[in-house]
């Protein structure tokens, strides 16, 4: 008891809280944005990749550096103040040119804060894991109350041209919050610690980060064109931001009771699990946008293709990557799933879109969860015993 009074949660829900708000304004809103400003699809799609493909990179290269200097903190809200500066960028840059830019920077400082506060907060609760999904359900909150504020603001009180300032709140706020965050304990790493190579080596460890890259894939045409598509098909910008939040508001409630299932069954199991609903909920939105029940069952659906494939995979994570190589593993799983997965989904959605029809372009992605769970089945999971 108590070293669990020394976790500081509620800082660590607050950092959680302004990331996933600031998410929760872009994620939905800014395709709408970028539409209104009179881009193409598939230019959208290229712009909201470039913010994906830098997880590619940054991660990687401020994990080495947070590993290299052992100031993990200190990268976070380096990162944390330089995102807000590259932001303030889309005051004044226009054209492709200048947005494209300002993804850029942004999203390379942006994205490399996520993976980083990830091994903070484990380190704070150290043996208490467990307990990660209590601190990580404060950012559904942030993302909930951003999106479901910013829908209705827009359908009267505001325009789509206020978006960026509102985004920059949420910035400022994030990197405030990360200066009130304490250091975390040192961790002592044994001599379990593997080289990086031969963890890299083994085959379930490629099969998971291979099942990541493709579950995070399946999920770009719901981050790059479910708003639009809602709007095509009737909803309004508060119905949009509504359902948008059903869906966190899942994976609010799966975080709550996520530990009781962690302690029942196996983190193979719900990986697994995650990735089979996944292809059941991409199926549901592809063909069912026209029926209320289908949508609103897709988006409680979020808490499995999201919510519990994401813990699951944190945990694994960790439990791979110990040691000295914490910060590079998480750093891998951020670069491969949401990077390069994230970047390819929001590419073949954005050129696809209007050649295909968002029906066939769901259905792929329903594809891609199925061929993750496939590449998954013979051995992801299987060393661990939980």
């Not at 100031?71 to 947005?99: D, I, K």
């Not at 109350?145 to 359908?155: D, F, Q, S, W």
């Not at 699951?312 to 390069?340: D, E, M």
């Not at 891609?368 to 939980?386: E, F, M, N, Q, Y």
Request: include cysteine.
């Amino acid at each position: 008891m108590l070293a669990a009074r020394k976790v500081p949660y509620g800082r660590l829900s607050g950092f959680y809280f302004f990331y996933f708000a600031a998410l929760g304004a872009f994620l939905p809103y800014w395709a709408l944005y970028l539409q209104d400003a009179g881009f193409s699809a598939a230019e959208i799609g290229q712009l909201i990749a470039i913010t994906a493909a830098t997880r590619v990179v940054a991660p990687n290269l401020w994990g080495w550096l947070a590993d290299r200097t052992g100031r993990t903190l200190s990268v976070v809200r380096l990162a944390g103040f330089f995102t807000l500066v590259a932001f303030s960028l889309v005051f004044a840059l226009h054209g492709f040119g200048g947005f494209a830019l300002v993804m850029l920077v942004f999203s390379f400082f942006w994205n490399a804060m996520l993976p980083l506060f990830e091994t903070i907060t484990l380190s704070h609760l150290h043996h208490d894991t467990y307990r990660y999904s209590w601190v990580r359900l404060w950012g559904s909150i942030g993302f909930i109350a951003a999106v479901v504020a910013i829908g209705k603001a827009l359908e009267g009180v505001l325009s789509i041209d206020c978006l960026p300032q509102l985004i920059m709140l949420l910035f400022g706020g994030l990197w405030l919050t990360s200066l009130t965050v304490p250091k975390g304990p040192e961790e002592t790493h044994g001599v379990e610690s593997s080289a990086l190579s031969n963890i890299l080596k083994r085959g379930d460890v490629i099969a998971f980060f291979l099942a990541c890259m493709l579950q995070q894939l399946a999920h770009g045409p719901y981050y790059v064109f479910f708003s639009v598509y809602l709007r095509d098909h009737g909803f309004s910008s508060g119905e949009t931001g509504q359902l948008w939040a059903l869906g966190v508001l899942a994976e609010i409630v799966l975080f709550a009771f996520l530990h009781r299932l962690l302690a029942r069954y196996s983190l193979r199991r719900i990986f697994l699990a995650s990735l089979a609903l996944s292809v059941v909920r991409w199926l549901l939105i592809a063909w069912g946008v026209d029926s209320v029940a289908a949508i609103f069952s897709a988006q409680l659906l979020h808490a499995a293709s999201f919510g519990s494939a994401h813990v699951a995979a944190i945990h694994l994570v960790h439990r791979h990557f110990r040691g000295p190589h914490h910060g590079k593993g998480q750093a891998f799983y951020s670069a491969l799933s949401f990077g390069l997965g994230g970047a390819l989904g929001s590419l073949y959605s954005g050129y696809f879109w209007m050649a295909w029809g968002p029906h066939w372009v769901y259905t792929a992605a329903a594809g891609a969860s199925l061929l993750a769970l496939l590449i998954a089945w013979p051995s992801v999971g299987k060393r661990d015993t939980d």
